[in-house]
């Protein structure tokens, strides 16, 4: 009796869910591995290769309309909020750096891997949970194909090499919204944007924010893949398992990006100093 | 006649295989000989185990307990990628079709093919129109999964589940949902794969008529446990009044469910 009672006491709690969540992540880290050794080889073998095509183009080609709607707004905000403090302090002319900054930087990549956990964390796990409901992933294996293989690294690969792409024309359609707010409608020099633009963002700033984009993708692909493989049983348990992906995609990013930004910081500072915007 | 000569040796054997899920206790000590190139049915009310205990069979569950040989090697203990091999000999129905909703019918078919041999496209394509024919369908190769009705799925499933010639074919519910006429192409068919392949196939069915016309033997699972052995005669005349419910079809034999308290006497009827 009294060994039940301390059983079901918080810390007996905390331990059960410590453990759990420990046990979970070990689940997800064979996961990993195995994806990885078989991505190696999924680069030799034709069939593997065109595996991936039908996916770039439902993980790539149709994601581009809403990265671009939420660059362009990303951008267009921004200026919109920077543009009055900016001509108070007679700093118009350099709308270009801020907008372009914060986007190619931080807001372009995050944003974009937001989107891309929504729309294709989403749909992968949906997709990957109703086929183990329905056991199309068993009857992979009873045909002595590895699930893995078929089905996830393409998956996988197509969010890692494609993520860092459609960051870009996250960034780029960014800039353009900047430029949208600030040069037609509030006056800003269309030179002047441009120029303090070209000199303030660097290759660095640029690549940095597309270095993170990978791993964001990496997060997307694997965490989506993951949830839908160990779907619970039915519609209930495919509706819960995209939830969970999803949040756990958005979560894992904003965590990412607070260690690679700080990772990324050093370095540049080791580098080339501590850099002065204006 | 081929399979008979060699119907002695055991293919597929299984020895006090536990599985339970949970608190859910569903294989309770199977002890399984089947014989090569002979067709066992097995039988069983819903949600007794049956498709938990041929998914041991192919390595989909590994029993918490017991022992699996297959052809004289152990399996039970075998890694996924082990399993490979073993699994290419197998052809497995499942219950649901489990056909992928993103290949067509006919690429369905084609998949173990295009995964596990070297054959050329126009071969493939043969193949498949030939498996479609076994099962009775045919010009069906273009239609998405979701176009088909439910036998029809049901049989493109199958024709897939033999792609490959397998031979040990596990058959999860392959009359289910058919008319009794497909019915019988599907029995006509595991009969005659077992007479000219000497395939070896494990029926799991609910229909009584096709298991007494396919059957060299039938098994009734119960609670975990066989609770008859015997051929499609002996059921036909069992006295165990828990068979004869479920041969009969009889709702008011039927006192499986409540075996656990014994049937009270004093009812008026
Ligand atoms: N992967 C699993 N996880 C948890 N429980 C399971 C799992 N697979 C099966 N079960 C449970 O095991 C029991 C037996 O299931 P099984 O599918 O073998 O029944 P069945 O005899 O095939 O029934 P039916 O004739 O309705 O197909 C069921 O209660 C089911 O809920
Ligand atoms: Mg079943």
Redesign the pocket.
């Known amino acids: 009796m009294a060994a039940e009672i301390t059983m079901n006491g918080p810390i007996a709690r905390l331990g059960r869910l410590t453990l759990e969540r420990l046990d979970a992540m070990g689940d997800i880290s064979v996961f990993a591995l195995r994806t990885f050794s078989h991505c190696l080889r999924a680069t030799v073998h034709k069939r593997d290769l065109e595996r991936l095509i039908p996916q770039f183009h439902s993980i790539g080609t149709l994601s581009v309309p809403v990265i671009m709607v939420t660059g362009l707004f990303v951008g267009m905000v921004l200026a919109i909020q920077a543009i009055e403090q900016f001509r108070a302090a007679g700093l118009e002319n350099r709308m270009g750096v801020i907008v372009s900054l914060s986007v190619v930087r931080e807001l372009g990549p995050v944003l974009a891997g937001i989107m891309l956990a929504g729309r294709v964390g989403g749909a992968l796990t949906a997709e990957l949970g109703t086929m183990r409901v329905t056991e199309q992933i068993d009857a992979l294996r009873s045909m002595g194909s590895d699930p893995i293989r078929v089905l996830v690294v393409p998956r996988f690969l197509a969010c890692l090499l494609l993520t860092p792409v459609l960051t870009l024309y996250c960034n780029l359609v960014g800039v353009l919204g900047g430029w949208l707010i600030s040069v037609p409608i509030f006056n800003v020099s269309n030179w002047a944007y441009w120029t303090y633009t070209e000199l303030a963002v660097e290759t660095w700033d640029i690549a940095s924010g597309l270095f993170k984009s990978v791993f964001f993708g990496a997060t997307i692909g694997m965490i989506s893949c993951y949830k839908g493989f160990n779907c619970g ?1 039915g519609a209930q348990g495919v509706g819960k398992a995209c939830t969970e992906s999803f949040v756990a995609g958005f979560v894992v990013i904003l965590i990412l990006d607070f260690f690679i930004a700080l990772l990324l910081k050093g370095a540049y500072e080791a580098i080339w100093g501590f850099k002065m915007i204006f | 006649m081929a399979g008979m000569s060699n119907a002695s040796s055991t293919i597929i054997e299984m020895r006090q295989v536990y ?1 339970r ?2 608190p ?1 206790e ?1 294989l309770r000590g199977i002890d399984l000989s089947l014989a090569k190139g002979r067709t066992t049915v097995v039988i ?12 041991h069979m192919i390595g989909l ?1 590994r029993p918490d307990a017991g022992e699996i040989h297959i052809d004289g090697q152990r399996v039970d203990p075998l890694h996924e990628k082990q399993w490979v091999p073993i699994r290419q000999r197998f052809g497995y129905l499942f ?1 649901m079709g489990a056909l992928f909703d993103s290949l067509t019918a006919g690429e369905n078919i084609a998949f173990p093919l295009k995964e596990h041999t070297g054959l050329s496209d126009a071969e493939i394509h043969d193949i498949v129109a030939r498996k479609l024919d076994l099962v009775g369908l045919d010009g069906v190769q273009n239609k998405w999964p979701s176009e088909l009705s439910g036998g029809q799925r049901k049989r493109v499933a199958l024709a897939r589940a033999i792609a490959m010639d397998p031979d040990i074919i596990l058959y ?2 392959p009359t289910t949902g058919l008319d009794p006429i497909r019915s019988d192409t599907i029995n006509d068919l595991i009969i005659k794969l077992k007479d000219e392949l000497a395939v070896t196939s494990i029926v ?1 069915t ?1 229909d009584m008529t096709s298991a007494f016309k396919v059957a060299d033997r039938i098994l009734m ?1 119960n609670q975990g446990q066989f609770i008859a052995d015997g051929t499609a005669d002996d059921f036909r005349n069992t006295r165990d009044p828990r068979v004869r419910a479920f041969v009969t079809g009889d709702a008011d034999l039927n006192i499986i469910e409540e075996s656990a308290t014994p049937p009270t006497r004093g009812e008026s009827s």
């Not at chain 2, 069983?44 to 998914?55: A, D, H």
């Open positions: 049983q | 599985k899920f949970g859910l569903v069983g009310e819903s949600g007794t185990g049956k498709s938990v205990l041929i998914k569950i219950q999860d519910e799991v609910h699972l």
